[in-house]
Structures are given as C-alpha cells and as structure tokens.
C-alpha cells in the first residue's frame, strides 16, 4: 500500500504586541507594498532560518579555535594509553 502525503494547512499565529511596534510593522509593510501578514511571516521564517542555521555552527574566539587547531597535531603524554597500547592484540593480520 502507497502512502499518502496530504497537504498542509494553513496554520494561524497570533501574538500581543504593543501598538508602538504595530505601527512599526504596518509601515515597513505599505513600503514593501506587503500585507502585514506577509511582512511578519517573511520576518519570522528569516529569523527561524538563521537560528536553526546557527545551531549547526560552533562559534568561537579566533585565538580559542586556532590554539584547538593546533593542539591536534600534538600527542599529549598518555601512560594509559601507552599501556593499553603495548598489551598483546586479539586481533592479527
């Protein structure tokens, strides 16, 4: 049996907000010549968009990423692992 995909809706959003940045949107809107919906929801899927975007990204001071960089080349002194290293392999070629 097929599986079958239905089409999303449309969903519906509402929020507080005060008159101040509701002027603010209309504005920006008439000079987009956009809705006030079409506005807000380009600005909130931007703004979701650059957050899931940051997500995937590690973010850092140059000086921490270029000392991490480099400390990857060089072995630190591990008896531990020396050890585990030198004791017989269960596995041979």
């Given at each position: 049996?097929?599986?079958?995909?239905?089409?999303?809706?449309?969903?519906?959003?509402?929020?507080?907000?005060?008159?101040d940045?509701?002027?603010?949107?209309?504005?920006?809107?008439?000079?987009?010549?956009?809705?006030?919906?079409?506005?807000?929801?380009?600005?909130?899927?931007?703004a979701a968009?650059?957050?899931?975007?940051?997500?995937?990204?590690?973010?850092?001071?140059?000086?921490?990423?270029?000392?991490?960089?480099?400390?990857?080349?060089?072995?630190?002194?591990?008896?531990?692992?020396?050890?585990?290293?030198?004791?017989?392999?269960?596995?041979?070629?």
């Amino acid at each position: 049996m097929a599986a079958t995909t239905k089409a999303r809706g449309k969903a519906r959003l509402e929020a507080r907000i005060d008159t101040d940045l509701d002027d603010l949107i209309s504005e920006a809107a008439d000079l987009l010549e956009v809705t006030k919906t079409a506005f807000v929801s380009e600005a909130l899927r931007e703004a979701a968009l650059r957050v899931i975007a940051r997500s995937d990204i590690t973010m850092m001071d140059p000086k921490v990423f270029d000392s991490m960089m480099a400390s990857i080349d060089i072995a630190d002194e591990s008896s531990e692992l020396h050890t585990l290293a030198a004791l017989p392999r269960r596995i041979t070629r």
